[in-house]
């Protein structure tokens, strides 16, 4: 029954016809539907109009009678439009029927458009994103016109993105998935702790110990980063320890560089760094192995199918493997 719904959407939209779902006493529109979508996706409402080919005036209109249809609003109109906890339901719902109208289009040849892209909302760390991801999800971008539009947020919270039913997919530490979904370990990023020489001769100037550590500024990424406390508790130092906010990867690099703190970065990210001497490791075989796990929808469709594949095999050269 899903199926020839579906595939009812996707043979209207093909005609240019407005299509319509019923379910129980309400229809979706999918044209309010796709309007409400473009303007989460394009960041406003004018970008959203010029992506649809529409007047600004219609693109909003759209967005408001479906509002008025629910009876709630589904954005939040500030720059950038944020979607409520109902729009992100109604985000998480549009991608899923656009997943399983990918599959339709391969099943029924006669709908199949090489040249159309399809669009997934994902969810990693900003380390990630700084490093393996790019190369790792290339070519599987390339070969199915795949377009990513990717939340970076730190891997302790990163599942929360699918909770809320924002995103299709995510990459977090966390390793029991939520309902609906299921979890696959792809390997592990490498911290190490660093600092510049010069850092290391003006804050250590007797040593490099546990408490001259904690007794020195460091990064941190984000209130939800705890890769520098869990560093100096393997030290056995439990107390506070002054710190930079610094919510950028790269950020945090050019930081460090400019002896500002020592840091938790992944060894993926300062390779060269650390071969010319540039950035120096405090204590040697001290560094953090933080699990990273692929977490998706069970019922996302083909394409995830493949791209979960695809990331299990290429993931495999850049991260550190661990024993499940």
Request: glycine share 4%; net charge neutral; hydrophobic share 45%.
């Amino acid at each position: 029954m899903i199926a020839l719904i579906l595939l009812s959407i996707f043979i209207a939209k093909s005609k240019n016809r407005v299509p319509y779902v019923v379910l129980g006493n309400f229809m979706f529109d999918y044209k309010l539907l796709v309007a409400f979508n473009a303007v989460i996706e394009e960041a406003g409402f004018e970008k959203a109009a010029k992506a649809l080919g529409l007047t600004q005036s219609a693109v909003s209109q759209r967005v408001k009678l479906l509002e008025a249809r629910l009876g709630h609003a589904v954005l939040v109109r500030e720059t950038p439009p944020i979607p409520t906890e109902i729009g992100k339901l109604l985000l998480s719902h549009v991608q899923k029927v656009s997943l399983l109208e990918w599959d339709i289009q391969n099943f029924v040849p006669t709908l199949n458009d090489e040249q159309s892209f399809k669009r997934l909302r994902i969810a990693l760390n900003a380390d990630s994103l700084a490093t393996w991801w790019a190369s790792s999800v290339s070519d599987f971008c390339n070969e199915n016109n795949l377009l990513l539009n990717l939340i970076a947020e730190d891997q302790e919270v990163s599942l929360n993105f699918m909770r809320t039913g924002e995103v299709t997919a995510c990459i977090g530490s966390v390793k029991n998935p939520i309902d609906g979904a299921r979890s696959i370990l792809l390997g592990a990023m490498r911290y190490k702790a660093v600092a510049t020489p010069q850092f290391i001769a003006k804050y250590f100037p007797n040593g490099i110990t546990p408490d001259a550590i904690a007794d020195a500024p460091a990064l941190i990424f984000g209130p939800e980063d705890i890769l520098q406390h869990r560093f100096l508790e393997s030290l056995g130092v439990k107390k506070r320890f002054k710190y930079h906010f610094c919510p950028s990867s790269e950020g945090f690099v050019r930081f460090t560089e400019a002896n500002l703190g020592w840091a938790m970065i992944p060894e993926l990210q300062i390779q060269q760094h650390l071969k010319n001497g540039n950035l120096v490791e405090l204590i040697p075989n001290t560094e953090i192995d933080v699990p990273l796990y692929w977490h998706y929808w069970l019922n996302s469709g083909e394409l995830v199918n493949r791209l979960t594949r695809h990331l299990m095999r290429s993931s495999k050269q850049q991260l550190i493997r661990l024993h499940r």
